[in-house]
């Protein structure tokens, strides 16, 4: 198997290295692994694309590269530059340093990278490990991710469902906040929402006078509702949250016939 993988929190960022390692293991002896990886940490960029720059790509070593723009930016570079005479089979993305689950998928530029390559026919999987009291201060916050990611991996892959849709399945996919030994099992989960948490800007003053404001994140262990991803994580389980690009509210679309 060919993998290729990216992440938003730059080519240096250890969860990348632990993705290497999963994907590996999935890849087997016989497989490879390519990397293409943002040059500087691109958090917070969603599906964001260089439309109206070029960007530099720098190769660092076989099958490793670094490139000055997004994880959607990089997955394109990986498809149509890198390996464009012999395309992956799966792209990875992460694994990223913090939780994807509810509406933080919808400014993740993990996740952005997951869907770029569903967008171009590839599967793709975004990994995320949440960060709690039990293991932000563990040896390694990733240990949940690094021991349960390859098989999780391969579960999924054996039982994706086959399809022919226009905006193909991509897969959110949320370690918990717990060591390994820890994870209680896995959960197919629906996007959850965090009920009075979300992204706010604070403005402060610099020492000559200046405005500046900062983007301040909500608190990430609210609850959401039972059976939803954040929800799911927050008691233990690894979330799976199969997804499209596809952005049409699809149970609003009877009741506004009325307006044609």
Known sequence: MRILITNDDGISAPGLAVLEQIAQAVAGPEGEVWTVAPAFEQ???GHCISYTRPFMLSQLSERRFAAEGSPADCVLAGLHVVMKDALPDLVLSGVNRGNNSAENALYSGTLGGAMEAALQGIPAMALSQYFGPQNANIENPFEA???????LI???LEAQPSEAADYRLFYNI?????PAASVKGRRISQ???????????EEQTSPNGRRYLWIRGGNQHVETA???DASQNLDGYISVTPMRADLTAHDALDALKGIE
Not at 174 to 178: A, E, I, L
């Open 191 to 201: 996007q959850g929402f965090r009920r009075g948490s979300h992204f706010s800007a």
């Open 43 to 45: 958090s917070g960029v």
């Open 174 to 178: 949320n370690f918990p906040p717990v």
């Open 154 to 156: 391969r579960a999924i």
């Open 145 to 151: 991710a690094a021991h349960h990611g390859a098989e």
């Open 226 to 228: 039972p059976g939803t």
